[in-house]
Structures are given as structure tokens and as C-alpha cells.
């Protein structure tokens, strides 16, 4: 049941409060006269500003039934394919909280946070042993950042060559930004077209290999959720060629622990700590995009990064062929930290369980979704990976489109998957369980997936969602005149 909740500065009364401030010992004719000593005349209010005076019960259940009317990964299953939109265990926000860490200025002397530099140096050694790469950057402060980064140091190897290479060959299953993010870089991006069963054939992309070409952009498994069958041989021609492979790290949660991305022939990757690693999601708030490169590349990595001598714990500022700065400090620490803790927390012999559940649970929803959306599946015969992905012929059949299904799932209480991406599959819908799913939350998603697609009539989902607290918007709308105040 929604309560509607009025403006908080609606809600108070003439000099309420929610603290009590101690005397300063001076009197409001001083602190006045002070005043116009200091500031400028035209910078000194002349009445008081238009606060909420309220008590702070008032203010926390205002916020709180705020918040109650969010859907949030807390509350409610956030299937989002591409997204790995994992619950965030509490022990990351502890640690992460502590007051030693929280305080932390981003301008301290390195002597004086010796044990901050170790844990970012210990990170780098876990990423390091997880993927076989043998260098880590943290300052990317996303994942598209870390995108950006190492394209530019792709740009910068080839520039130390003397070489003018300007073509990045991508597969249409990639992530959306890795077009944006090589045309930031300076380069081309090229299509390449996925085959039959999902995957970039080897065949396919020798076709595309020329002088000119100094990279490849992989996601690996692909926006299909299926795992590059021919990754090896591609890498092989790629180098034959002496272009780079870059790794789109989005979806590395599928195989973390399994698999070493150097073993397959990768050179260059951006992992995505706000999804493989449990650090919160989106929010307008800091990230972080660790990259990571094989030897050959480690002098382009950008700076500072943390570096030991077997004593002491530093900052190395680079030498001549170094990118530069990414971002103004180190790294958000306090996102690294969460990620640290999450796979300190996990131990290194239960981090492969974290990809085999999360597939587990990807392809179990698969089968079950089998007689649901029957012929939707392209890639049917297939294993998925950490997500499974459906076209809208089956709910085409009720005249619902994908979009209406979304809205659908919302009065179930239930997010809406991913919807229409990937966008080479028609209608697409995109889910992914993870691995901190139960089955019995799995099985509600299904049964409420199963109602829409045989119940649900077209007039009910013109005007889905019904239950939530804000009701169907105008998206077209919003998008073309939105509101920045109110």
C-alpha cells in the first residue's frame, strides 16, 4: 500500500527541529556585524531562507517512504541482461564505511596510508592471478572508462611504432559503447557480423584483416550470452596481423575463476567492478573500470598506479610512452574496497562458484522459459552463459509488444528484464538471473512471465504499470522535454 507522502517542507512547524546546536557564545548583533566585515553586501540574505523546520522522526520516515516506492535490488529481482545487477552483500558497505577509510583524503602522502596502497597492490594481485594479465590500473572511474582507456593506450603502442593503424573491428554482439568509445579514441569502428549460432566465426573475421586494422573489441560471452566459441583462432589472426585484442570485461562474471582471459590470447581488458564484483550499481555515483594489459603494453597504462619494491609501497608516475591521467587521483577507493572485501569474503576456492551458479541459474531459466515463449529462443540447441536472450514472436501472438511485457512484470513486483538489446535480435529480451538468485525467486519470475504471456490481454498492458506508486509515463515524452526542476 502506497501512502502519499506531501512536501516535507509542508510537514514542519514554526521553529522545529530536528537537532539542538550548542551556543557559540556570540550574539546575533556580532555574528551580523561580522558578516558585513566579511562578505559582500550583496552575497548577505536579506530574509531567511524557505527550509523545512521539522523533527527528525519527521525527516527519516519522509525519506524512508520515499525510498519505499523505488524498485531497488534490495527489494525486488533485477533480471537486467548485460547489466549483472547482483545484490550487494553488507559486509562490502561495512568495510567500506569504517571510519579510517572513510576520512581518507585523496592527497595524503603515499608514507602516510602505506596500508591503503597495500590493499589496492593486493587487488591488483587477485585480478592479476584471475585473469593471467600481468598489470592492473584502477583510475578509470567506469566501465566505459575503462573502454576510453584502453583504447588510447592501443593508440598510443601503435604510435610508439610509428605505425598509423585507425580500425577497430567490433561484432554487432558487442556492448553498445564500444563503438562510442573507439571513436573517442581516435579510431574506426567496423562491423562484423555474427553467424548463425551466435558467435563471430574465425572465417568471418580474417575477411575484415588489414595493415590498417590495430584491434578487435570482443565481449566475451557476447550480448547473446554465449560464450566465443572461436575467441583462440581469432586471437591468432589478430596478432598474426600485430593488432591488439581487447576484451569487453562487462560479462566477465560468467566465467571469473574458471578461465584466464590471457590463456585464450587476450591482450587488453576492462573489468567492470560494479557488476562482477558487487559494488552498487548506477546512481550517478563513483565506479570504477580496472584495466588490465599483458606485459608488452604495461608502459602505456595510465598514471599514478601503486607499485612495491619490497619494502614500501609507492605511486610510479610513468615514463615517456604512458597516457597520462585518466582521472584526477588514484581510484575511487572507496568502490575498490568493496570489490576487495567481496572476493576476500568469498575466499579463492569459492570464487569459481560465483560463474557456475550464475550459469546454473541462467539456464535453468532457458529451459523453463522453453514452453513459455516457444520458437522465441534463436540459439534454442545452445548452452547460454550468465544470460539467455528471447525475441518477442511468442508475446507478438497476444499483441503484446516487449515493452508492454516490461510494464507488465512491474505490477508483479518483479523489474523488467533488459528490453531490445541486444540489436540484432528482434524484440529482444534479455535476462539475467545471477548467481545470488534463488530458485524459488526464479520460479515466481517465471510463473509471472507464464501469466502475462497466456492471460494477459493488450488493453491491461496499454495501462501497466497499475500498482505503483507513479502509473504508466509518456517516455517519448520525457525524453524530449524533461524536467530538470520542479
Known sequence: MFINEGLLIKQGSKGLSGISVPSCGLKERDINKKARELINEKYIRKKDPCLPEVSEPDVVRHFTRLSSWNMCVDLNFYPLGSCTMKYNPRI?????????????HPLTPGRLVQPVLKIIYNFELMLKELTGLDAFVFSPQAGAAGEFTGLKIVKKYFESKGEDRHIILMPDSAHGTNPASSSLAGFIPVEIKTGPKGYIEAKEVQKYITPDVAGIMITNPNTSGLFEKDIAAICEAMHKNGSVVYMDGANFNAFIGSIRVKDLGIDLIQLNLHKTFSTPHGGGGPGGG???????LR?????????????NYGLFQGGKNAIGRISPFLCNFGVLIKAYA??????SSNIPSVSEIAILNANYVKKRMKGIFKGADLF???????????TDKAIEENKISTLELAKLLIDYGFHPPTVYFP?????????????TESIRTLDNFIRAIEKIRFKAKKSSALKSPKKTKVKRVNEVLANKNPVYRY
Open 423 to 435: 540489436k540484432n535480435i528482434h524484440g529482444a529480451i534479455m535476462i539475467e538471473p545471477t548467481e
Open 290 to 296: 580496472a584495466v588490465g594489459v599483458v606485459d608488452y
Open 342 to 347: 567481496y572476493l576476500l569474503s568469498l575466499g
Open 92 to 104: 562490502n558497505e561495512i568495510v567500506s564505511s569504517m571510519g579510517n577509510i572513510r576520512s581518507l
Open 380 to 390: 534454442e540447441e545452445e548452452l547460454c552463459m550468465h544470460e539467455c536472450v528471447f
Open 299 to 311: 608502459d602505456f597504462l595510465p598514471v599514478p598506479y601503486v607499485v612495491f619494491d619490497g619494502q
